[in-house]
């Protein structure tokens, strides 16, 4: 069956550092990856997709890589800031609008 | 414009009743899927109504049911509660196919007790 691993349930980092997310799957050829935020007792929020074509993705301060050999999408976070602090998900798309999310990662940037 | 509004935020039932959450997707987007989000299990997905067929079910019993209207809005409804279904529920948004990302509501908090 599919499996969503994102690397760490948290990840503690110090302000200024850049966070590195990692998420592996497997059975599965997803033809693009998504990666989100939740905050406490929030919906998540859209950050990036990226496509299986494609190696890497930026916007703003984060960036995402994604190898389709390895099963594995890479999420950064450079100059971190506490205001980051957040759980992050990656999520594949499993069916027609449905996406099947890895675990999260919680991120805690220490001022 | 408004985002994904999702009705009530908070709800308290008793096992064995029903309920209903609303779902109002953004304006223009056709495409409502539901989630399931508990602290054991992680997100979770429901199903997905587009054009008011649904299009896309997961592996949750036929207790839980949901509906899409004309206007794009849709209703999920969970019948005969269990303590089990206490979660956050949530609702995604999208013009149709993904490829752009979804657009989360903060959800309805069930409780059932």
């Known amino acids: 069956s599919q499996k969503i691993e994102q690397n760490s349930e948290a990840l503690n980092i110090q302000e200024g550092k850049t966070a590195t997310l990692t998420c592996n799957y497997t059975n599965y050829s997803p033809a693009y990856l998504q990666w989100y935020r939740q905050d406490p007792g929030r919906g998540p929020v859209f950050l990036l997709l990226?496509?299986?074509?494609?190696k890497e993705k930026r916007k703003e301060r984060l960036k995402v890589t994604f190898d389709t050999t390895l099963k594995q999408s890479l999420f950064h976070i450079t100059a971190s800031q506490p205001a980051d602090s957040a759980t992050y998900l990656c999520?594949?798309?499993?069916?027609?609008?449905?996406?099947?999310f890895g675990t999260g990662t919680r991120l805690t940037v220490i001022p | 414009k408004a985002g994904v509004t999702q009705t009530p935020r908070y709800l308290i039932k008793t096992r064995g009743q029903q309920v209903t959450l609303s779902c109002s997707p953004i304006s223009g987007h056709r495409s409502v899927s539901w989630y399931q989000q508990t602290p054991g299990q992680g997100l979770q997905f429901l199903f997905e109504y587009f054009s008011e067929t649904q299009r896309n079910k997961g592996n949750f019993p036929g207790r839980f049911s949901g509906r899409q209207f004309s206007n794009s809005r849709s209703e999920m409804n969970v019948s005969t509660l269990e303590l089990g279904d206490s979660a956050l529920y949530l609702c995604?948004?999208?013009?149709?196919?993904?490829?752009?990302?979804?657009?989360f509501g903060s959800g309805t908090r069930l409780t059932v007790v």
């Open positions: 990226i496509r299986e074509n494609e």
């Open positions: 999520a594949l798309e499993a069916g027609a609008n449905n996406l099947f």
């Open positions: 995604a948004s999208s013009p149709g196919q993904g490829v752009y990302g979804y657009t």
